[in-house]
Nanobody
Framework: QVQLEESGGGLVQPGGSLKLSCAVS????????MAWFRQAPGKQRELVAR???????TYADSVKGRFTISRDHAKNTLYLQMNSLKPEDTAVYYC????????WGQGTQVTVSS
């Protein structure tokens, strides 16, 4: 059973940075396509960044140049480095493994506010 656990969320001022972590257990972070999604209040869940098994990455236009997805094989962990944060980045951020229904973490809250 694949399990994902996000951490690293919190309250940050506009222009600040946060780094989210997604610890993977029950499988390897290299085995599946991995992704970060987010869901703001009253909005649909949206794809933020994806890393394919071979390491290729894609980003939503809204975060390009500000967010970076990465993984650490030794720690079996996926990361999302978020810089130049904006109030509109406020959301619950979820880690997902695999395509289709996949496996989801419980989410971590990110709030960008002064």
């Amino acid at each position: 059973q694949v399990q994902l656990e996000e951490s690293g969320g919190g309250l940050v001022q506009p222009g600040g940075s946060l780094k989210l972590s997604c610890a993977v257990s029950g499988s390897s972070v290299r085995l599946y396509p991995m992704a970060w999604f987010r869901q703001a209040p009253g909005k649909q869940r949206e794809l933020v960044a994806r890393m394919w098994s071979g390491g290729y990455t894609t980003y939503a236009d809204s975060v390009k140049g500000r967010f970076t997805i990465s993984r650490d094989h030794a720690k079996n962990t996926l990361y999302l480095q978020m810089n130049s944060l904006k109030p509109e980045d406020t959301a619950v951020y979820y880690c997902k493994a695999a395509s289709g229904p996949g496996y989801w973490g419980q989410g971590t809250q990110v709030t960008v506010s002064s």
